[in-house]
């Protein structure tokens, strides 16, 4: 059971367009401080922190204090253990 949490935690985080462009920016440029990628989309700090919440919340980011910012960065492990369970999903036909 704890597994369909974790894949539908993640699987709603993803549902979201801004959310996968903040992946996407972690993905190209590495580790961002949350003040970075706010900057990067036409938002409110606020709805981002609230993006980044839930991306944090999924597990497919990790965030570090260094010093007064916020670093965050990518958790390639959740990623993979969402593609791996989706690939379990359809190989087993509708199985449980």
């Known amino acids: 059971m704890r ?3 974790t894949i539908d935690r993640t699987l709603r985080a993803l549902g979201d367009p801004t959310r996968r462009e ?7 440029a590495g580790d961002l401080p949350a003040g970075e990628i706010a900057a990067r989309f036409p938002l409110t700090q606020a709805s981002v922190s609230h993006h980044l919440t839930v991306l944090k919340e999924a597990g497919l980011v990790q965030a570090e204090r260094q010093g007064r910012s916020i670093v965050y960065s990518l958790n390639m492990t959740v990623f993979q253990e969402t593609v791996e369970q989706v690939l379990r999903l359809l190989d087993a036909g509708g199985k449980s």
């Open 3 to 5: 597994g369909q949490v």
């Open 22 to 28: 903040i992946l996407r920016a972690l993905r190209l």
